[in-house]
């Protein structure tokens, strides 16, 4: 479909000829709507944020002299007197996958017009943001009470473990608690018909992209944090 | 209905952008979202079965390396817009590859001097009190 778009318009070139014919002429540079490019430039801004937080992380790692706590020991969840390694992280992975999924569907029922679909898409994205929020509590209400780690030290051994992982997984929860709040406010603009007299429904996509993102950097942490 | 729409909205959608109208069947989405879904499975069995050493890290690399190469494609539509837009996202985040060197051999030096100041600090009072010198090669061991 979108090749047949293209043909029909030639003037444009296609390769590295396009980037330059993108960039070098005197219009507009990226023929996507300006929320959408304004919105990638944040998320690349954000992308360097998260990674300063995990390089950090990987230095104090590589630095400490006393032993790095075993997160495979740490974050594991007893069910059924049994202990399951990352038992919580992995359903709050899944959690956030199946939302982004939902998430990609909403955006597509966005564009066929389809508002009750969009909404409900939506909103159950968001309440699974919000349940992936809860858990998150839960798991650190768990190692601050019970297992004792504070961001200057743990029992469990190398000091820097708790600073890295309240500042990684606490920044990555104050992005999916404002994903929630945003799109709340988008399902419910979407469902009053706000984009129908726009005549737009490219702010759902938008706001798929930053919901996308926080998935995008959770499978970071996801390796980088509770893996490695 | 959404047949009609989309052929009006691509008359108008700016070229090879992905403008709005320009739709992907559901099922592509679905397909994702199961890969998504069998690779968070494959590198949670990475650490389900504690596989160690460099295959451990090979793989939860090469596990997150897909994930987050089709969230980013699919998902995020990356796939369909035009490479100047690709190029403009994807080509500064390569300049954290060099920070990330830099940081491993910050981490390095620090971790070394750490080790070689400790074990300096602990001979430290054997050092100074001298009946005890003789000790001293006998104690680094």
């Known amino acids: 479909m979108n090749h047949e778009s293209s043909a029909a318009l030639p003037a444009v070139p296609e390769g590295l000829k396009g980037v330059t014919a993108d960039w070098s002429a005197d219009k507009q540079a990226f023929p996507v709507p300006w929320g959408k490019a304004m919105m990638w430039i944040f998320l690349l801004s954000d992308t360097f944020i998260f990674s300063c937080f995990l390089i950090s992380y990987m230095n104090v790692r590589m630095s400490t002299t006393s032993g790095w706590p075993n997160p495979s020991e740490v974050f594991s969840l007893t069910v059924f007197g049994e202990s399951i390694p990352l038992f919580l992280i992995a359903i709050m992975t899944m959690i956030l996958i199946t939302s982004s999924g939902t998430m990609a569907m909403a955006v597509n029922f966005g564009y066929r017009r389809d508002r009750k679909k969009t909404a409900l898409l939506m909103f159950a994205t968001a309440l699974l943001g919000l349940s992936f929020v809860g858990m998150q509590a839960f798991e650190w209400s768990k190692l601050i009470l019970d297992e004792g780690v504070r961001p200057w030290g743990n029992p469990m051994g190398a000091a820097q473990f708790g600073s890295a992982f309240f500042m990684i997984t606490g920044f990555h929860g104050l992005h999916v608690s404002c994903g929630v709040i945003y799109l709340c406010v988008v399902a419910t603009r979407v469902l009053n018909g706000f984009y129908e007299r726009k005549g737009t429904y490219e702010t759902v996509e938008v706001a798929g992209l930053y919901w996308h993102f926080v998935d995008l950097v959770w499978v970071f942490i996801f390796a980088f944090f509770y893996l490695w | ?141």
Do not use: C, N
């Not at chain 2, 035009?82 to 403009?88: D, G, I, Q, S, T």
């Open chain 2, 1 to 141: 209905m959404a047949h009609g729409h989309s052929a009006e909205a691509a008359a108008h959608a700016p070229a090879g952008g992905h403008g709005e109208g320009v739709q992907h069947p559901i099922k592509i989405y679905l397909w994702i979202w199961l890969l998504l879904f069998v690779f968070s499975t494959f590198s949670y069995l990475v650490d389900f079965y504690r596989l160690q050493g460099y295959l451990r890290w090979t793989l939860i690399i090469i596990f997150m390396l897909l994930k987050a190469g089709f969230i980013v494609a699919i998902f995020m539509h990356m796939a369909w817009e035009r490479l100047a837009l690709k190029l403009a996202i994807l080509v500064p985040p390569l300049a954290l590859l060099v920070l990330v060197g830099l940081m491993a051999i910050e981490g390095d030096y620090t971790f070394l001097t750490r080790l070689q100041s400790f074990v300096h600090e602990v001979q430290k009072p054997s050092g100074h009190a001298s009946s005890h010198a003789a000790e001293e090669p006998a104690a680094e061991h």
